[in-house]
């Protein structure tokens, strides 16, 4: 920068004519950047431009760092206002949403068929039992809630699942009641009629009964649980009082424990008895088992040996070590690496039948020349007995032609 400073003062104190300029930097006018004629009071050179175009950009970008954050800070409060008004407005537009909504008839579709049938509510056959009626109803109700069904189409919908007595039922009763009757039946004169139908007062009573005469059968206490609980809702008595529930409760949950517990008892026992006899049965079959090599220690009475006194049959091998069968010492039978060879002749150990001085084999030949031998079958020879008269008639088994007698 020294440099282009004292250009500038030279050539402000030289007089020079308008059109005599002079390039120092040779041939880098090429490439200097573009600027007009009326700019370059002071005749840069195209490097000294180019020098000044990269400090220019130095200082401007030092500038713009040093104001960025500013510019950044007031955008960022900008949107911020921006997105906190919009969701206000969202806001107010919700409330209103919700203000339709709950508005009867206003903002909803109304419930269709469809909707009802994808809740599963159950069918129900027409069973007389007060528990299982109960339980439809209930669950009829349920889809009801789910689907947000009208009050004028819960009862067709509702019969829908009704099927052969039930079906039969209700279309009896509705032609008997009349088809302006039918059309206006509301949920709850449908459920009075079909409780009076399905749900009679004699079946209540003897639910009762059972409730109060309930003990522990062949069901778990799960299920006896179960039970109780459906039992009770038709006992005013008890329904209304829960220390009276609770108490009946724990009393046949108590007496079901211990008749399960006595169960498993007998249970545990019989498998016992069980396991004892096959254990019996077992031991009954070793005890019976005949050790044929002890029969020739058979009524023979064991003597003290004379080297540790212990009565004993045979040879005493007290205190030796090692394997008997082969005589090598300091090594037990599977440590043994000498083979077993056993004589099929004479059935002693030591020696293999073509060894055994008690068996004389026959000079046994190649396989070769027994193969090449032919076997030659002797003819047989004719042979002639003679007897005679006297011996014909002393012998027993002497057959002559009709049996005549012998002269």
């Known amino acids: 920068m020294s440099e282009i400073q004292n250009k500038e003062v030279s050539r402000a104190t030289s007089s020079r004519h308008d059109g005599d300029v002079h390039d120092d930097g040779g041939s880098d006018s090429d490439t200097s950047l573009p600027m007009p004629e009326n700019l370059n009071h002071r005749e840069f050179t195209s490097a000294e431009l180019k020098e000044l175009d990269t400090l220019v950009a130095d200082r401007v970008g030092r500038a713009i760092e040093k104001v960025m954050p500013f510019y950044v800070n007031k955008t960022t409060e900008n949107l911020q206002k921006i997105f906190q008004e919009e969701i206000e407005k969202l806001k107010k537009s919700g409330e209103l949403m919700n203000d339709l909504n709950a508005r009867p008839g206003v903002g909803k579709e109304k419930s269709t068929y469809r909707d009802f049938t994808a809740c599963a509510p159950p069918i129900f056959m027409g069973s007389l039992d007060p528990l299982k009626s109960s339980r439809w109803i209930s669950d009829i109700e349920g889809a009801f809630r789910t689907s947000r069904c009208a009050e004028e189409d819960k009862v067709n919908f509702a019969t829908n699942y009704l099927r052969e007595r039930a079906k039969i039922w209700w279309e009896g009763k509705a032609n008997e009641k009349g088809s302006a009757w039918r059309e206006a039946c509301t949920w709850e004169q449908f459920k009075e009629v079909f409780v009076k139908e399905y749900a009679p007062a004699e079946e209540i009573d003897k639910i009762r009964e059972a409730f109060h005469n309930l003990m522990q ?147 046994a030949k190649p396989f070769n020349l027994v193969k090449e031998e032919k076997v030659v079958v002797p003819k047989p020879k004719a042979r002639v007995y003679q007897m005679g008269v006297e011996e014909a008639k002393s012998g027993s088994d002497v057959v002559t032609p009709k049996s005549y007698p012998l002269q």
């Open 217 to 363: 059968t062949n069901e778990s206490v799960n299920e006896l649980w179960e039970k109780f609980y459906d039992m009770v809702q038709y006992c005013p008595e008890y329904r209304d009082n829960e220390k009276l529930k609770c108490t009946t409760m724990e009393d046949l949950l108590s007496r079901a424990r211990t008749r399960e517990t006595d169960l498993d008892r007998m249970k545990g026992k019989e498998k016992k008895d069980i396991k004892r006899k096959q254990e019996q049965q077992t031991t009954f079959g070793k005890r019976g088992r005949f050790d044929f090599a002890r029969k020739d220690n058979m009524g023979k009475i064991p003597l003290p040996c004379n080297k540790f006194g212990k009565k004993h049959m045979g040879e005493c091998k007290s205190g030796m070590k090692g394997y008997y069968r082969c005589g090598d010492p300091n090594h037990i039978s599977k440590n043994c690496t000498k083979p077993l060879v056993i004589c099929y002749g004479c059935n002693e150990e030591g020696h293999k039948l073509s060894e055994c001085p008690k068996v004389n084999p026959k000079e």
